[in-house]
């Protein structure tokens, strides 16, 4: 059962503390089944706060689902909370959640919507940050600077 960290990598200016904006934070990831190796074509949806019955009544996880090509039961649950991506980090990789995989393998991510952070100099909070058209670009009042998030980008790395 590996633990994959999703690391992304960003250009920040001016803004820190990227993270999702709420709890239930709707992620979106593209998955692989480890059985037969076929790659979802679709991305697959999960948050943190809804759980789901595994059929073999083994408990419990983020996402339960069986693979569409050889039917086979996977499972992922999250295991750590979103950690704030910082300005510090800016144009390296850091790890900002902890999933553990069971069946599947995460081979893709988009952020799309429902992110904040906050300006870097005045603390204002941007909380409706939307990543679907790709990069993203406001003005923030209190420091009068461009504050902007562009060249997201996202890899898995195996921590166990």
Known sequence: ?????????ASLENITNLVPADADHTWHFKIQCTKCREIDSNYITMNAIEKAEMGSGRGEANLVMKCKFCKCESSADFVSKPVPYTLEKSEKFAPIVTIECRGLELVGFEPRDGWKAEGAESGTVFDEIDFTEGDWGDYDEKSELPVAISSIEARFVKTK
């Open 1 to 9: 059962m590996p633990i994959l960290a999703l690391e992304i990598k």
